[in-house]
């Protein structure tokens, strides 16, 4: 048995471990993985070498690199926690899904593209939440294609929120009401907070999984992000800090979406 551990720079939140779960779920090598986000490191228990271990991860493209690899003689199998995990995957699906249906419709009433832009940010981690509860017990052909039609889903999305918020640019649109923003915002981020509080709650004693890295959370920097650009839409009475922040969430839901096409390959 061996201990080898990655230091993964651009692992800061619990939907890329989602993602580096089901990129190695078919490495049969595989004892067990435990992940330290707020210090970007992966340990992985595992028999044979690491160099396929290595491969899929570099693939992710986190800026993935070796720290050691050493013998594990006193390794002890941990439990089998499948169910426990499935259950933890539901409840942070069903926040995201919830939360992505509120802002968007929302989003749509007070003419937001920051809110509709931040709702397909959710649904982006319902998909990555989803592809893992697809994934256990799964086929690697399975996961591979439902990733696939996942990943170019939300890439459409993606570029469909582009081409409105530069419509909008050059139109002449309706001032979003910035009350709803704040407040529908605000609720998002209590949610992000509950999903993280969870997936934080469910690891064990020996993760070194601390509160502070819920602050790291790219889905707490976005609602934060709408609710700084309602209180710009009130105070500049203007469309633009609304668009604006609506075009930066559309990059990023375009960049996961890339990332879940990796998985498909």
């Known amino acids: 048995m061996r201990k080898t551990t990655f230091k993964i720079s651009k692992m800061d939140c619990p939907s890329e471990e989602q993602m580096i779960r089901m990129k190695l779920a078919d490495l049969t090598n595989i004892n067990s993985l ?49 169910d426990r995990e499935k259950k933890l995957l539901w409840q942070v699906l069903a926040i995201n899904f919830f939360f992505f249906a509120l802002e968007l419709t929302t989003g749509f009433i007070s003419n937001s593209m920051g ?74 981020l209590i949610g992000n907070g509950l999903c993280l509080y969870l997936l934080q709650k469910s690891k064990s004693k020996e993760a070194h999984m601390q509160a502070s890295m819920i602050f790291t959370s790219n889905d707490v920097i976005v609602n934060l992000g709408v ?20 075009t930066i969430v559309f990059f990023i839901v375009g960049q996961g979406a890339f990332k879940i096409l990796k998985l498909s390959k």
């Open 34 to 82: 435990d992940f330290d986000i707020p210090n970007r490191q992966l340990t992985v228990f595992h028999t044979e070498n690491h160099d396929q271990i290595f491969q899929r991860l570099d693939n992710l493209k986190f800026d993935t690199s070796l720290i050691d690899s050493v013998s594990a003689d006193n390794y002890i199998a941990t439990t089998d926690n499948t």
């Open 115 to 188: 809110l509709v832009a931040d709702s397909l940010d959710m649904l982006a981690d319902s998909i990555v939440y989803g592809l893992a509860l697809f994934a256990v017990g799964g086929t690697m052909t399975r996961k591979k294609n439902i990733a696939k039609s996942a990943g170019y889903f939300q890439l459409t999305l993606a570029v469909f929120g582009f081409i409105e918020v530069i419509r909008r640019f050059v139109g002449t649109e309706t001032i979003p009401a910035f009350q709803t923003m704040i407040i529908i915002s605000l609720l998002a």
């Open 227 to 246: 609710i700084v650009a309602g209180g710009l839409v009130y105070l500049t009475n203007s469309k633009y800090p609304d668009l604006i922040v609506g």
